[in-house]
C-alpha cells in the first residue's frame, strides 16, 4: 500500500483535517504516482463510510468495531497497529488533531516507526520527498526525510492544505476486521475538548473576527463582540489577552491556540508577531487594521487600514447592514 489516510470522526462527520489530509494524499499521490487508502475506524453506523464515498481515492478501508464507535487512545492504538502490520503503507497522512496527537505516538512507539508531526508542506528533493516541519518555537522550518522504508506517519497542521480542494471520485469499499478484546480498552475518553469548553470550533469558522492587544482594555471587548455579532462571525483574540483572563483560552489562535482557516479573518489591533501568524496564515482573506503602519500583519494581510480599532470597529458595526 502507498498511502493510507485516515479518517477521524468529529461530531458525526469526517473532521476537516482529514478532508485536507486527504487532499495533501491526493496531490502527493499525482506527484509521485502513487496510490491511496482512506481509513475509517469503528462506523458501525455507516455515517463516515457514507460521506467519504465519493473522495477521490483508490478504496476506503473500514475497520468496524464496535470498541472503536467510541474513542478511546488504547482501542485506536491497537486497531491502527493491526491495520499497519496487515496492509503496510509506506506513508500514513493524518491531520494534527488532538485525537491524532494522543493516540498516534503510540502507534509510533508500539510499532518503532517514525512519526512526523504538525507538518507545514511537502518538498521533494532529488526524487526524494521530505516533510516540512517548524522547528525553534516556529522561527525555522526543516525538511524531515524518513530514511527508512517503513511506514511514515504524517500529520498536517490545520489549514496546511485547503478541504476544499478535495477531488472526488469514487472509492473501493473494503471491510477489514480488527482483533479488539474489552480488556483491551482499560481508559474511556471524556467528552471532545470543543465541547466541554464551550462548544467554540475556530477551526470550523468561515469568519472571524480577532482582537488583539490593541484593544486596549477588557471593558473595550463588547465593542469586538458587537462587530463579530453584526457579522455573525466567531470571536478570536491573540494570546495576551487569554494570559490576561480577558478572553477564554479555546478562543485563542496561533502556536499554542487554535490554527484557523477561515475565508475571512479581521486583525484587529494585532502586530503579527509569528506565534500568531501560524495559527491564522490558512485564511483566505486577512483584512488588518493597525495604527502602526510598521505592524508586520501587514505583510501578510490582503486588506490593511492604519487606523485605531476603537474608532473604526463601531463604524463597521454601524456600516453593516
Ligand atoms: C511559546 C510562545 C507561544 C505563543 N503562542 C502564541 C499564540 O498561540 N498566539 C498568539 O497570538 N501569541 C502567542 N505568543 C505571543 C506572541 O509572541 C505575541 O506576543 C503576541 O501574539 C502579541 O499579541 P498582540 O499582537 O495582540 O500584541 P502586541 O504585539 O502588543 O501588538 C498590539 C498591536 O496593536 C496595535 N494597536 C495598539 N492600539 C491600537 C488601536 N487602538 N488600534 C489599532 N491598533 C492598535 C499596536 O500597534 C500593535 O501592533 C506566544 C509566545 C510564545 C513565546
Redesign the pocket.
Known amino acids: 500500500m502507498d498511502i493510507l489516510v485516515f479518517l477521524e470522526e468529529q461530531q458525526g462527520k469526517i473532521h476537516r483535517m482529514s478532508r485536507e489530509a486527504v487532499v495533501a494524499a491526493q496531490q502527493f499521490a499525482q506527484d509521485h504516482g502513487l496510490k491511496v487508502s482512506a481509513l475509517i475506524l469503528g462506523d458501525s453506523d455507516n455515517v463516515l463510510s457514507a460521506e467519504a464515498a465519493d473522495f477521490g481515492v483508490d478504496e476506503c478501508i473500514i475497520a468496524a468495531h464496535p470498541l472503536l464507535d467510541t474513542y478511546s487512545a488504547d482501542g485506536f492504538t491497537t486497531a491502527f497497529a493491526q491495520i499497519i502490520q496487515t496492509e503496510n503503507p509506506r506513508y500514513i497522512f493524518m491531520g494534527h488533531s488532538y485525537m491524532v496527537r494522543d493516540f498516534i505516538p503510540r502507534v509510533s512507539a508500539r510499532l518503532h516507526c517514525p512519526f512526523i508531526g504538525d507538518v507545514i508542506g511537502v518538498t521533494d528533493q532529488d526524487g526524494s520527498p521530505a516533510f516540512i516541519k517548524q522547528v525553534f518555537?516556529a522561527k525555522m522550518v526543516t525538511d524531515v526525510h524518513p530514511v527508512e522504508n517503513g511506514p511514515v506517519l504524517v500529520s498536517f497542521q490545520a489549514a496546511t492544505y485547503p478541504a476544499e480542494k478535495l477531488v472526488s471520485g469514487s472509492p473501493a469499499r473494503r471491510e477489514v476486521p480488527i482483533n479488539l478484546a474489552e480488556s483491551d480498552v482499560r481508559a474511556t475518553s471524556e467528552e471532545p475538548f470543543q465541547e466541554a469548553s464551550g462548544g467554540v470550533d475556530l477551526t470550523a469558522a468561515d469568519l472571524i473576527i480577532s482582537?488583539?492587544?490593541?484593544?486596549?482594555k477588557q471593558e473595550n471587548i463588547p465593542v469586538a463582540e458587537a462587530l463579530a455579532k453584526k457579522l455573525n462571525a466567531e470571536l478570536a483574540?491573540?494570546?495576551?489577552?487569554?494570559d490576561a483572563g480577558w478572553m477564554p483560552p479555546q478562543r485563542?489562535?496561533?502556536?499554542?491556540?487554535?490554527s484557523v482557516s477561515p475565508k475571512l479573518y479581521f486583525?484587529?489591533?494585532?502586530?503579527?508577531?509569528?506565534?500568531?501568524v501560524?495559527?491564522m496564515k490558512g485564511s483566505k482573506n486577512v483584512v488588518a487594521?493597525?495604527?502602526?503602519p510598521d505592524?508586520?500583519?501587514f505583510e501578510i494581510a490582503d486588506y490593511g487600514i492604519v487606523?485605531?480599532?476603537?474608532?473604526?470597529m463601531p463604524l463597521l458595526t454601524e456600516a453593516i447592514p
Open positions: 518555537n482582537i488583539g492587544r490593541g484593544i486596549g483574540s491573540s494570546r495576551p489577552l487569554v485563542q489562535v496561533g502556536s499554542s491556540g487554535q486583525a484587529l489591533g494585532i502586530s503579527g508577531a509569528i506565534q500568531h501560524i495559527g487594521i493597525n495604527k502602526d505592524a508586520p500583519i487606523g485605531d480599532i476603537l474608532e473604526l
